[in-house]
C-alpha cells in the first residue's frame, strides 16, 4: 500500500496496527514463547526421550567401528544433523524397523571421551526436533579394556 506522500507502509504493519486497534490495548504483557533459565537467559525447555545404546558394553580393545543410539522419537520428527552424543557430531542416521530415529556415532570417537574404565559411564544424546524443539536422552554403559586374549 502506497500512501499519497510516496512512500509505502508493508501489509504486515498495517494489519498490526488493526489489529490493535480492533482488540484494544493490554497492558498485560504476553505469554513468553520459551522458559527463562536460572541465569536470566531464554531457553527452551528440552524434553527426555527414552534411548538405547549399542553395544552397552563398549570394550576399548573392540575393533568396531560404530555406536548406535535407538529413540522413543519418530524418525520424521529430528533434525538429524543436530544430533550429538557427549558433544560428538553424528555420523550418520536412519529409521529403525518402527519408524524410530537411530543415530549413528564413530566409535573411535567415543572412545577418546574422558571414560571411566571399569565402570559405568552416562552417555548423552542432545539434539533438536524438527519443530525446533530441544530434546535429550541418557543411558549408561560399562566401559572395559580387556583384549579377547
Given at each position: 500500500?502506497?500512501?499519497?506522500?510516496?512512500?509505502?507502509?508493508?501489509?504486515?504493519?498495517?494489519?498490526?496496527?488493526?489489529?490493535?486497534?480492533?482488540?484494544?490495548?493490554?497492558?498485560?504483557?504476553?505469554?513468553?514463547?520459551?522458559?527463562?533459565?536460572?541465569?536470566?537467559?531464554?531457553?527452551a525447555?528440552?524434553?527426555?526421550?527414552?534411548?538405547?545404546?549399542?553395544?552397552?558394553?563398549?570394550?576399548?580393545?573392540n575393533?568396531?567401528?560404530?555406536?548406535?543410539?535407538?529413540t522413543?522419537?519418530?524418525?520424521?520428527?529430528?533434525?538429524?544433523?543436530?544430533?550429538?552424543?557427549?558433544?560428538?557430531?553424528?555420523?550418520?542416521?536412519?529409521?529403525?524397523?518402527?519408524?524410530?530415529?537411530?543415530?549413528?556415532?564413530?566409535?573411535?570417537?567415543?572412545?577418546?571421551?574422558?571414560?571411566?574404565?571399569?565402570?559405568?559411564?552416562?552417555?548423552?544424546?542432545?539434539?533438536?526436533?524438527?519443530?525446533?524443539?530441544a530434546?535429550w536422552?541418557?543411558?549408561s554403559?560399562?566401559?572395559?579394556?580387556?583384549?579377547?586374549?
Open positions: 500500500m502506497t500512501f499519497s506522500r510516496g512512500f509505502a507502509v508493508p501489509a504486515v504493519l498495517l494489519l498490526g496496527i488493526v489489529m490493535s486497534a480492533a482488540c484494544g490495548s493490554s497492558s498485560t504483557p504476553a505469554a513468553p514463547t520459551q522458559a527463562v533459565a536460572p541465569s536470566g537467559s531464554t531457553a525447555a528440552a524434553a527426555e526421550i527414552t534411548i538405547q545404546i549399542a553395544p552397552n558394553v563398549l570394550n576399548l580393545q575393533q568396531g567401528e560404530v555406536v548406535t543410539v535407538h522413543s522419537l519418530p524418525y520424521s520428527s529430528v533434525a538429524g544433523t543436530s544430533v550429538t552424543l557427549n558433544g560428538v557430531a553424528i555420523d550418520w542416521w536412519k529409521a529403525d524397523n518402527q519408524g524410530q530415529f537411530v543415530a549413528k556415532f564413530v566409535m573411535s570417537a567415543i572412545k577418546s571421551l574422558p571414560l571411566k574404565i571399569g565402570d559405568y559411564n552416562t552417555l548423552r544424546v542432545e539434539g533438536t526436533k524438527t519443530d525446533a524443539t530434546f536422552g541418557s543411558a554403559v560399562l566401559v572395559i579394556d580387556k583384549s579377547g586374549k
